[in-house]
């Protein structure tokens, strides 16, 4: 019996990122427009704030798919230029998997009693549930959030059952 689950969740664009795109944008302008009227030095700037949108257009998209094999959970960046594997965690190494705001993730909260590293690739969407799964990286605690789905849940118990706290 085959027990992979593929997970793909792609990152919804935040407010705060639309803001930014259209305030580089109007910079290029005004730069081009002085540039036209004034002086031939203000191209430079137009130049640099046109390459800052290009290049944060293109970083600020992200995709990730994970993949919950028979023996360990994949985390993988999937860019324009293939995938880049970021996490292979072993179900052994999950220490838990909670609701974000569970009793049991106090500790690991900002400002909580175990000091942790916290990477997010969750799609920031408000109708899909995320997750907090603490698993130990190089025999640090490493909090990761995650967006899973029913059957990936039940198979993370089937692997580490004192792990899963939902």
């Not at 969740?9 to 580089?24: E, G, N, T």
């Not at 009693?113 to 640090?140: A, C, N």
Request: proline share 7%.
């Amino acid at each position: 019996m085959n027990e992979t689950v593929v997970i793909s969740v792609s990152r919804a664009v935040r407010p705060r990122d639309v803001l930014l795109k259209w305030v580089m944008a109007a910079l290029a302008v005004v730069f081009l427009l002085q540039a036209i009227m004034f002086s031939t030095g203000f191209m430079l700037p137009c130049f640099l704030m046109t390459g800052c949108f290009f290049w944060f257009s293109h970083a600020s998209k992200r995709e990730y798919e994970y993949t919950l094999e028979p023996d360990a959970l994949k985390i993988e960046r999937v860019s324009d230029r293939g995938r880049r594997l970021l996490y292979e965690i072993p179900y052994p190494e999950i220490l838990l998997l909670c609701a974000p705001d569970a009793p049991e993730a106090l500790p690991y909260k900002k400002g909580g009693t175990v000091p942790v590293k916290k990477e997010d690739f969750t799609s920031y969407r408000e109708d899909v549930p995320y997750y907090t799964m603490i698993v130990k990286d190089e025999g640090k605690p490493l909090k990761l959030l995650l967006d899973l789905n029913d059957e990936s849940i039940r198979l993370i118990r089937r692997k580490n059952r004192d792990a899963v706290k939902i």
